[in-house]
């Protein structure tokens, strides 16, 4: 190769990484003695005004990020938790708690899971027994003994409320606070809320006609599902792989659960709601079907807040029995909120004493207008049961509960949060 192009691609190679070295420069400015700043407890570069490089709008400093946390907590506040433990229960435990928390692990945990394992299979025998001679039901291809009649029926609901109170017992809840307001009471509830009007006549019915197809509460933890079962014993909603559980998808048969799936919501769902209006009216008809439990608000809390409900419950146009939950706490709340299944269910067995506290509402009786909307009626209730329990309304659902779980978890900031519940 001759000599003179050589020294030509030679010039030319210089001249691309001069040009490279000078755009690198227009990005550097002079640092000073206090260009670069330690964060103590982040160990992480904070700007300080002179930066070594030009920062990287898509990168948020954890100053920021933390700030962002802070703002999504207020937007989520049913969920966020404020007992011991803290924020997804992985809060730092002063010693005492740490005292307390390993002799629940050493002692209580093994008892009470093992005294539990024994109840929940002593409880599939029986429903085994009830039902072994017995062809069900066959709904959205599962199937269904709710409708079992005779003592098999008798047995499945005696037994069952009693087991369930007995698990309740076990698992540390020793005394359940109850309050029944009488029909005397709801005639003040009536003057303070203008919607929820009882005629003289509706006063003076039968007791059948009383009797209300749904009950609806507010959800908090599985453990509302023990106690509904341990007071009335009646059917739930329930996702549809439940049905295939060991142990666990007999009994939910036998309870008469309706199964959903949630990734559907066409026909799927259409078909649903149907199964669930009929069985509100047979309840509400028939003294032997049993009652549907519903959770409107189709998500767990902190306890504090009420969601807005769902219409599921109220399609059917019939009365329905509010239920307030409450779990009062000195240091383990048993909200079901923003923490892992097993990370509660072992925290919550670890605590010595549990508490419930139960306000049983008087029936609620639609007026025509609630009849014919709904949502009306929902949101009615919703704020009658507000009222009652000195809960806070809130507008927030799944989908914000989801996203403030993935933003503590860190792998949402603020502007990936906010894009992501919008799609």
Known sequence: MPIDLILWKTTKTIQVLKGNLLKMKSKLKTPTSKSVERRSDHNIPVDDGNPLLEPDPEILLPQTQAFDIEELKKMSAAFVRYDVYGTLGRGKLPW??????????????????????????????????CTAFFYPNREDDRE???????WQRAVIVRSGRFLSRLLLLVFGFYSIRETSLSKEVDGQLNNEVDYCVLSPASMDQSEELERPGAIVSNHISYIDILYHMSSSFPSFVAKRSVAELPLVGLISKCLGCVYVHRGLKSSDFKGVSGIVNERILEAHQDKSAPQMMLFPEGTTTNGDYLLKFKTGAFLAKTQVLPVILRYPYQRFSAAWDSISGMRHLILLLCQFVNYIEVTKLPVYHPSEQERKDPKLYAEHVRQLMALKGNLILSDVGLAEKRVYLTALDGNLSMRNVLQHKDD
């Open 96 to 129: 005492p708690e740490k005292i307390l928390l390993a002799v629940g692990l050493a002692f209580l945990v093994p008892t009470r899971v093992a005294m539990g394992m024994s109840i929940l299979v002593l409880y599939y025998v029986i429903c085994r027994l």
């Open 144 to 150: 269904d003994y709710a409708h079992i009649r005779g």
